[in-house]
């Protein structure tokens, strides 16, 4: 079973950076195939998209976010990183990480529990 | 980047009814489209995959269809664990979420 929990501070200023932490277990980034995904929800308000890093270390980001956004991986620790610089109270959001599967259909089948960020001074 | 028109984005409905929802890709996305069912606090969960094949678990009251440009999700009898909010997600090029559609107990 494939489990996710993200990490990270709940509450940030605006204008800083905004690091958050997924862990997960069952599976591995060193399989061919894998990958994770950040994905944000504003209260409210819809899904978003922001970032994706396959087993082989290749990188996807939103358009509209992809100067701000970089996700790395830590195989060794099955982490992944997301860190959004220049936060700002819009960004106040649930992310959540999730699982893409490393065989067709490629859906997010697994999703960590969420954390909310609220971005304000 | 590819965007996603998704109607209405919510709806009042009975028990029993028929609920159709529908998703627009701005370009041709093949069948590459999932739609997902989303309950306050919780993260989503898949309920169809390839537009129109039905994720292992889920009643098959949910079906889903179309290709190209124009995708629907039905629930041919809505039941009350069924009133959540619905998202349709293209992974044709990159991943983009529809706008959502809140289903609603009338």
């Known amino acids: 079973q494939i489990t996710l929990k993200e990490s990270g501070p709940t509450l940030v200023k605006p204008t800083q950076t905004l690091t958050l932490t997924c862990t997960f277990s069952g599976l591995s980034l060193s399989t061919r195939g894998v990958g994770v995904a950040w994905i944000r929800q504003p209260p409210g308000k819809a899904l978003e998209w922001l970032a994706l890093i396959y087993w082989d270390d290749d990188k996807r980001y939103s358009p509209s976010l992809k100067n701000r956004l970089t996700i790395t991986k830590d195989t060794s620790r099955n982490q992944v990183v997301l860190t959004m610089t220049n936060m700002d109270p819009v960004d106040t959001a649930t992310y959540y990480c999730a699982h893409r599967r490393e065989v067709r259909p490629y859906y997010f089948d697994f999703w960590g529990q969420g954390t909310l960020v609220t971005v304000s001074s | 980047a590819i965007q996603m028109t998704q109607s209405p984005s919510s709806l009042s409905a009975s028990v029993g009814d028929r609920v159709t929802i529908t998703c627009r890709a701005s370009?041709?996305?093949?069948?590459?489209l999932g739609w997902y069912q989303q309950k306050p606090g919780k993260a989503p969960k898949v309920l169809i995959y390839f537009a129109s094949s039905l994720q292992s678990g889920v009643p098959s009251r949910f079906s889903g269809s179309g290709s190209g440009t124009d995708f629907t999700l039905t629930i041919s009898s809505l039941q009350p664990e069924d009133f959540a909010t619905y998202y349709c997600?293209?992974?044709?090029?990159?991943?983009?979420f529809g706008q959502g559609t809140k289903v609603e107990i009338k």
């Open positions: 370009q041709g996305i093949r069948n590459d």
């Open positions: 997600l293209q992974d044709y090029n990159l991943w983009t």
